[in-house]
């Protein structure tokens, strides 16, 4: 047979070649494959640790809100920072910082106080992409939390008072009730009704209330304990009796405001700060006090600034409350934006500059639009035909209907208020 040596080096030759291109495509492609595999690793680990981080901030933003809910508010950093550890990242350990700010620093609710941001950053190490200089990332979560609306209307903070909620008359309310107190008769229907969407107690109960109140329910704490005192207006009145309708204007009543018998007084929108004295009124047929878009701070012991011959410092000494004495009625409603939106009676948390109790009486119809937070005084409400108000947040030691026929209604509509009901009792993620 023939032989053809110079063609068989050439085919040797030809497939050499070939299987070296083989084995470089081979090669590129297990390279591109391990890069595409360690990439994926890489990425699904950078995502793991986003989602992990995300846990934290969310944990760290709720923390933080609750803390400043409970009026400890220079703690809220640490709180935050603490649930953030709990979630497995440490601020100052292992590359992470936590940052709790308030109110947040950006985003649509930059610079509202209602509002905390918290955000988790951490420099997580790389594998494969540290094959590319990028030996780390860093990694960051942003969370923003806010306390939400609270499902009762009424706060009874004493923890051992009988009859803390005592009704002698009729009392129904669209929200509900919480009473801290220990005692048996923590509730005690003592006659007539007591209607709402829940009744609950630390204690017990009297009575055949509508629903069948929760018992042994653990204490809740003062809803509105990070609430911060007011602004004082910069007018000063001392001594003030009013013996007839002239409008009265926002300011310091040194003394309180003492209103005639018989006389139908106007309060102009703002806020009301009585050093001493209270607000009290005489009643009688006539008699009504009427204020839309004011705020009352009951208070005691404040500087008296350039009193006028005759006037009694000593009055500004002398812890005042709110008294509807007799017949008569009133028309008094919270702002509705600012500082003191929805809270129309504030006690000053001093127990010095304290007194008690704070007591409406009458035949005449009222309107209480607002909080009434007098959370270390009684609250008797003696009224015979009810409340027609929107809205109404009370926050007292005790509330008492008494007189044989007190009659209560509380609603809970906040829609005249921007930003919902005053009462912030549930934390709620918003970013």
Known sequence: MPHHPRRSNVMDRRGRKQSGQVLLIG?????????????????????????KIQSAADAAAIAAILELNTGVAANFVQAGREDAKLNGFEHGVDNVTTTLNRPPTGGPHAGDSQYVEAVVTKNVKTYFLSLLSLGSMTVAAKAEARMGAGTSCVYLLDPAAEDQ??????????CGLMANS??????????????????ATNGQYVGAFNPIPATNQPRVADPLASLQPPTFPAANYYGVNVTNST????????GGI???????AFFNPGIYVLNGGGLTTS???????????????????????????????????????????????FDLRAPTSGEMAGILFFQDRNPANQAGPYDIQGTNTTRIEGVVYVPASDFLFQNHTGNTANYTIIVSRTLRLDGGAANLTIRN??????????IRATPVLTR
Do not use: C, W
């Open 27 to 51: 090669t590129l492609v297990g390279t591109m494959l391990f890069a595409m595999v360690g990439l994926a690793l890489d990425t699904g680990f950078l995502y793991y640790q986003k989602r």
């Open 182 to 199: 220990n005692s048996p008769k923590a509730l005690d229907l003592n006659s007539g009704t007591a209607t709402a969407t829940r009744f």
């Open 258 to 264: 003492r209103v005639a018998q018989g006389v139908q």
């Open 165 to 174: 909620f005592r009704v002698a008359g009729n009392y129904s309310a669209t």
């Open 283 to 329: 009643g009688g047929p006539n008699a009504f006090l009427t204020g839309i878009g004011v705020s009352f701070y009951f208070t005691a012991r404040q500087p008296v600034p350039t009193p006028p011959p005759g006037f009694n410092v000593a009055s500004a000494n002398t812890p005042g409350r709110f008294l509807l004495n007799g017949e008569g009625g």
């Open 413 to 422: 509509d906040y829609s005249s208020l921007a930003n919902g009901s005053p």
């Open 247 to 254: 409008p009265l204007n926002p300011g310091v009543y040194h």
